[in-house]
């Protein structure tokens, strides 16, 4: 003790008070570890002051910044393919024909698809919805009307090649510009009226989430899956099967009537070529189909359930999105005077007085 020794006996006293408090255990209550453990609690819910919340689901960093890359990206493909076929078809009046028109109205369903539907639901797929209930609501109500003028423009598709090449001689008769824009319009209206499915999550918004700060709705779904997939399927396998058989037996009538050998050469690369071109449709147009909607609807059919916003939701859905990105590549990449006006666009050879009278299918074609 000799470091207190020219300390008094009061002093000594206090400093082996301080020493002795210094020295005792720390003593955590139980109401301190249930402090820590709400608050740990409280961290993991989207919305900390409401018991209700839904909780926070963590995925690895690398996981979320692939995924709103590739939603992101196809998002941004998606608008800018359809908005160049709108532009072509919309300025360059050579292109005003029935056919163009339907791709025209089908262009924009999937311009929307892309610039609304797509970003949302980037944020539908975190596990926090923060935008409210009205706005899920209307999100939903957007998607079901876009995704389904979408499908039912590409049956008026269908249906107008099925006349074109069936019943070539009454095409311009039955296919008019005035019953294309009917068509069209109706499109749009069914499409409206078949969001109404939608109706009693519009009255009460959030009714059916299962905590607060979810984006979920209940749909009819058996409703869904024959208006949406079987119907629209069928109708188009159903149609283009007709045209490739109708294409092959035109192709082998025309071999069979051919008697000059250079002529009948030179046209048998030709019907080879239109015989290639109306299988590669074909195949094109329903295996792209079924390749994006087919998993969503498999899952709907099957009695699994897929986490909300896990990594094979956000896949299935994408997936059925995706073929608004497709759509501008199937129907307008395949025809000539896409090429021609996309190089008028980029080149801005637009913004010329009469550049909307150019001859772009007589120069292709």
Request: aromatic share 12%; hydrophobic share 50%.
């Amino acid at each position: 003790m000799k470091i207190y020794q020219n300390l008094g006996k009061g002093h000594f006293e206090i400093e082996i008070v301080k020493w002795m408090l210094q020295c005792r255990p720390t003593v955590i209550t139980r109401s301190q570890i249930g402090f820590q453990l709400v608050t740990f609690v409280a961290s993991e819910l989207c919305f900390p002051q409401i018991n209700t919340s839904c909780r926070k689901q963590t995925r690895p960093q690398s996981e979320s910044m692939l995924i709103y890359f590739l939603m992101s990206f196809i998002s941004l493909l998606t608008v800018v393919l359809n908005l160049l076929v709108i532009i072509s078809i919309s300025y360059f009046r050579q292109l005003h024909t029935p056919t163009n028109l339907i791709i025209l109205s089908l262009a924009v369903s999937d311009f929307l698809v892309g610039l609304f539907v797509m970003p949302f639901q980037i944020l539908v797929n975190e596990p926090c919805w923060l935008l409210g209930e009205v706005l899920c609501v209307l999100f939903y109500v957007v998607c079901f009307i876009t995704v389904c003028a979408s499908i039912i423009n590409m049956v008026l598709i269908s249906i107008d090649r099925y006349v074109a090449i069936c019943d070539p001689l009454r095409y311009s008769t039955r296919i008019t510009q005035k019953r294309v824009r009917i068509c069209v319009l109706l499109c749009w209206i069914c499409s409206v009226f078949y969001s109404f499915m939608l109706f009693d999550n519009v009255k009460q918004p959030g009714r059916y989430n299962s905590c607060f700060g979810q984006c979920v709705i209940n749909i009819v779904g058996a409703v869904d899956i024959v208006m949406n997939f079987i119907l629209p399927i069928s109708t188009i396998v159903i149609l283009y099967l007709r045209v490739f058989v109708v294409a092959v037996s035109q192709a082998r009538a025309m071999r069979s009537h051919i008697t000059a050998v250079k002529l009948q050469s030179s046209v048998t690369v030709t019907v080879k070529k239109s015989e290639l071109k109306a299988a590669r449709t074909l195949g094109v147009v329903v295996a792209v189909f079924i390749v994006c909607y087919c998993p969503y609807y498999c899952v709907s059919l099957s009695s699994y359930n897929i986490i909300l916003g896990s990594s094979t939701n956000i896949f299935i859905v994408f997936l059925v999105f995706f073929n608004s990105c497709l759509n501008p590549v199937i129907y307008g990449l395949f025809y000539p005077w896409f090429r021609k006006s996309v190089k008028l666009i980029v080149t801005l050879e637009i913004l010329r007085p009469g550049s909307n009278q150019a001859q772009i299918l007589n120069e292709i074609n």
